[in-house]
């Protein structure tokens, strides 16, 4: 089992930035992708980025240029860093795992953006 603990999200005015970061524990290989996922209210969950041990990292076209995601495999530790925040950014964010057949999630941590 798998189990993935979340951090940093709360409130900032737009324009503003904010680091998440995630920690996954438990049973987990060498080969797979962390990343980040959000839900606004109302909508579906979308990714945001995402980023395999062994290949390039992946961005939503809306973030593109304005988040960056990185991870500290000796930690099992993945990041977001959300810069240029805009309103539109409020979601739930969530942290995943994906490793052969399963995904895992985080319980998700909030991000608002408002002034």
């Known amino acids: 089992q798998v189990q993935l603990v979340e951090s940093g999200g709360g409130l900032v005015q737009p324009g503003g930035s904010l680091r998440l970061s995630c920690t996954a524990s438990?049973?987990?290989?060498?080969?797979?992708?962390m990343g980040w996922y959000r839900q606004a209210p109302g909508k579906q969950r979308e990714l945001v980025a995402t980023?395999?041990?062994?290949?390039?990292?992946n961005y939503a076209d809306s973030v593109k240029g304005r988040f960056t995601i990185s991870r500290d495999n000796a930690k099992n530790t993945v990041y977001l860093q959300m810069n240029s925040l805009k309103p539109e950014d409020t979601a739930v964010y969530y942290c995943s795992l994906r490793q052969l057949t399963r995904q895992y999630w985080g319980q998700g941590t909030q991000v608002t953006v408002s002034s």
């Open positions: 438990g049973r987990i290989f060498s080969i797979n992708t």
């Open positions: 980023m395999p041990t062994t290949a390039s990292t």
